[in-house]
Nanobody
Framework: QVQLVESGGGLVQAGGSLRLACAASGRTFGIYAMGWFRQAPGKEREFVAAIKWSGGITAYADSVKGRFTISRENAKNTVYLQMNSLKPEDTAVYYC???????????????WGQGAQVTVSS
């Protein structure tokens, strides 16, 4: 089993920045990729970004390209999502997840965190 715990959410004004962190514990040797997803009220969960656990491969949703950056710190078993130039439409609960492949398909992710609320005011 893998446990994932997100932190760093909060309230920010439009144009501001936040950094989310996702700490992994447990059987982390089985993780190949980590991803971030988000879900706004009344909407389906959507892909935000993903990264190969060992580095070298990243993927982003078009809606966040150029504004969000995913990174990892293997020594701390932690993945980050740096979010800049935030917009009100970025408001959502953000989830980190672990998978065996770098993908935008939430069905490929076996483990999920509890979520972190990000609210962007206009």
């Amino acid at each position: 089993q893998v446990q994932l715990v997100e932190s760093g959410g909060g309230l920010v004004q439009a144009g501001g920045s936040l950094r989310l962190a996702c700490a992994a514990s447990g059987r982390t040797f089985g993780i190949y990729a980590m991803g971030w997803f988000r879900q706004a009220p009344g909407k389906e969960r959507e892909f935000v970004a993903a990264i190969k656990w060992s580095g070298g491969i990243t993927a982003y949703a078009d809606s966040v390209k150029g504004r969000f950056t995913i990174s990892r710190e293997n020594a701390k078993n932690t993945v980050y999502l740096q979010m800049n130039s935030l917009k009100p439409e970025d408001t959502a609960v953000y989830y980190c997840a672990a998978a065996r492949v770098v993908t935008s398909d939430p069905g490929e992710y076996s483990y999920w965190g509890q979520g972190a609320q990000v609210t962007v005011s206009s």
